[in-house]
């Protein structure tokens, strides 16, 4: 793979041919581009915009030349899937232990006490009795948009998850059961104006061997629509912020929404708490995406024709702590509003943009767009550190989540024009 010294290698190419398998933003966003040329049904494509089913059925038949591209890796769902994200990260993490020791260990300590049902189910049991009274959430491992997921404290509203081995010889012929986990519900969640809320960060992965990832300046918040309260625990428009809930409530305003901007969010948290704790906080953010791609990067397939959009949800405590609630692999690209539209437009523009298709980048780019460089194997750090004169504590990461995204300007200036084009 490159290293970040060297030079591209790739090809300029005046034409683009492109497959996508989506009808929103993206498919708005390939349209309008430059010298790409959209192909139906068998057309041979350079560019693969397509869902995790397609790649499922298609990826291992089909032969891609060196340029190709396509928007997956192939087992993308070690990270995405409920239940592989926790086993690679409670492995990664007692992997620092040993080798490292416990403080390294503990800098894994960002996800909630979590258990597969019905496999773990005994194990769960044990730690559900070690805190009575305790709230639980229940997920589908695989399902998304908040589908299939409810809250609990009593072992007999999951009953049918009880472990296999324990099922009487009647039950065992019964349909087995959807896999879900069980994870410690966050009782204590960061509120504005009453209400809990999530982020939605994009991290985008162009390499695992070596691992290169970058972090986009935008992001957004997203709200529930109804004031916290643990004594409601069925109410899923008090706990749940995924939009395709919220937009179901009963006072969902559509012009409003329910999602401030990641720029508005940092901004609030600032003139609350001080720059230095929000500093801190979005720090310890930035470390959840290292830890968690590190905790894949040995089991995730590489594949020089694969990229990944991530779309990371992060919830903060009332403490400021910050907890990776999962990642998605096909973060919705559909908008809920203009502002939002637009947000996802400039996503995704500078998504092939670091894609570079057309080659009009050097390799060497620490900021692409609003995407910045975060890690290159191994931390990134802005222009004016010098990492012979300096100690790393000294060293500023190369992340500007929720800062200004200046991105028109700063690509005039880095990129070449589209072939074709004059420089304006």
């Known amino acids: 793979m490159l290293s970040e010294a060297q030079p591209c290698s790739r090809e300029e190419r005046t034409c683009v041919t492109y497959k996508c398998g989506l009808i929103n933003t993206i498919q708005d966003v390939l349209r309008q581009r430059p010298g790409w040329i959209e192909v139906k049904d068998d057309g041979e494509w350079d560019f693969n915009w397509c869902d995790v089913a397609w790649l499922r059925e298609n990826f291992d038949h089909s032969y891609m030349e060196e340029h190709v591209r396509i928007c997956h890796f192939r087992n993308h769902y070690e990270l995405t899937r409920k239940n592989f994200m926790v086993k690679n990260l409670k492995r990664y993490r007692k992997n620092l232990e040993r080798e490292v020791g416990r403080m390294e260990a503990a800098k894994c300590d960002f996800f909630p006490r979590t258990f597969e049902l019905p496999s773990e189910y005994h194990l769960f049991v044990e730690e559900f009795k070690r805190s009575p009274g305790s709230t639980w959430i229940m997920k589908p491992v695989a399902r998304s948009q908040g589908k299939g997921i409810f809250l609990f404290r009593k072992l007999k509203d999951i009953m049918d998850w009880k472990k296999d081995g324990t099922r009487t010889e009647e039950q065992k012929n019964d349909v087995q059961v959807e896999s879900y986990v069980a994870q410690r519900y966050i009782e204590n969640p960061y509120l504005i104006s009453g209400r809990k809320f999530d982020l939605r960060v994009y991290v985008m992965v ?96 590489n594949d020089k024709h694969c990229f990944e959009l991530y779309g990371y949800d992060i919830l903060l405590d009332d403490s400021l702590k910050p907890w990776l609630i999962e990642v998605n692999a096909s973060p919705s690209l559909t908008a809920s509003s203009q502002e939002d539209y637009e947000m996802k437009c400039r996503l995704l523009e500078d998504t092939l943009h670091i894609v570079d298709m057309e080659g009009r980048l050097t390799c060497r780019e620490k900021r692409v767009g609003g995407f910045d460089l975060m890690w290159n194997d191994g931390p990134v750090y802005t222009e004016d550190a010098n990492p012979e004169t300096l100690s790393s504590s000294c060293f500023t990461a190369n992340t500007h989540l929720g800062c200004v995204n200046d991105r028109k300007r700063q690509l005039r200036q880095i990129l070449k024009p589209f072939p074709g084009q004059k420089r304006i």
């Not at 709200?223 to 899923?236: G, K, P, V």
């Open 206 to 301: 162009t390499s695992y061997i070596p691992l290169k990832a970058w972090l986009y300046r935008d992001g957004f918040a997203r709200f529930s629509s109804t004031r916290f309260s643990l004594s409601s625990i069925d109410d899923q428009y008090v706990h749940l912020t995924n939009v395709a809930v919220q937009k179901t409530a009963p006072d969902y305003d559509p012009e409003k929404g329910c999602k401030w901007q990641m720029q508005q969010l940092r901004r609030y948290l600032t003139a609350k708490h001080g720059r230095e704790t929000v500093e801190t906080l979005f720090k310890e953010i930035d470390n959840i995406f290292i830890r968690s791609l590190q905790s894949v990067q040995k089991v995730i397939i």
